[in-house]
């Protein structure tokens, strides 16, 4: 019998698009959306959808007892930028539902868990250049502390309790299926949208801003790769460092202006500067590469020519 799997935030910038792949490989009835609120059209007509509170363990237990629920992905978070405004709000949600499905692992209720984590686990000591798997982390902000606890308790569970759970740490990711949600590295989503709908952007972080980027296939790709993997295989049961490519707005900036020539970007940093610098500039994938045979296919000139044809054609509205 094939599994079931519930995705928990799946209405997100990632989870939309994770829904999809899941449905498509396991079959739509075998994947149910979960999120706090609605989705998508598409995320919504494409199979079973439930309104869940990753908060709510009684709620979540009983989903996965409903739907005799194998693997669970757990999407819902506060991001980076959001998590400063309200500091006790993400550190309640990022842990209190990792605990929950935690649980659940440890109760034998569920057999595996994907749960992401961020290059925030890393901070301003940490060494900045192919940013090694295992170094200094100190990070300095709500969101990294709850993503590097995270990773700790993951490790534990499972060293102590057997628990299956899986984790990367993702990179800014970009897409344009679905808008991001609140993080430091947004820019480089909202940047194509703007470059086609106004020909100019005012970026919110300085022009020589080095951040490490991932296109949204190789991340999913990198999701599924990670959970179909044979347990031995992943060794590092915190997080693994992910990485694609590595740059700065003044070079996206430029690289949009190969197909936009009038293309024009202004810098107006704001509090998300002192965030992005905090985190590392690119990051060495080496453990994962070696593990479970992680491989990233999209560079900074694929992403802006897929990036730009397809919003191109949704903006002409002619994409769904
Ligand atoms: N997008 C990135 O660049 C990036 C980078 C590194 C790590 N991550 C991690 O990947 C995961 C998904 O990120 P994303 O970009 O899709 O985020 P997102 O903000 O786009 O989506 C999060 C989803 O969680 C839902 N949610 C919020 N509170 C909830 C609750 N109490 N119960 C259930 N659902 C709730 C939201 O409605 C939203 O649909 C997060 O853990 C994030 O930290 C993302």
Redesign the pocket.
Known sequence: MSKSILI??A?????TELTHALREKHGAEKVVAS???EGDEYLMNSGPFEI????DFDAMEEIVAYWEIDEVYL???M?SATAEKFPMRAWN?NMN?LFNVLKLGKEKKIDKIFW????AVFGPNTPKDNTAQNTIMEPSTVYGIS?QSGERWCEYYHQKFGVDVRSVR????ISWK?M????T?DYAVEVYHKALSEGNYTCFLKPDTELPMMFMDDAIRATLSIMESDAEKVKVRSSYNLAAMSFTPAKMAKRIQRQLPDFKMEYVPDFRQAIADSWPGSIDDSAAREDWGWKAEFDLEKTTAEMLKNLSASHQGNLF
């Open positions: 928990i935030g209405c997100g910038q990632i989870g999120d706090i609120r869940l509170d990753a908060t999407m819902a978070a991001l949600l539902s992401p984590s961020s290059i993503k993702y990179p800014g990711l679905t991001p949600g609140g993080g590295t």
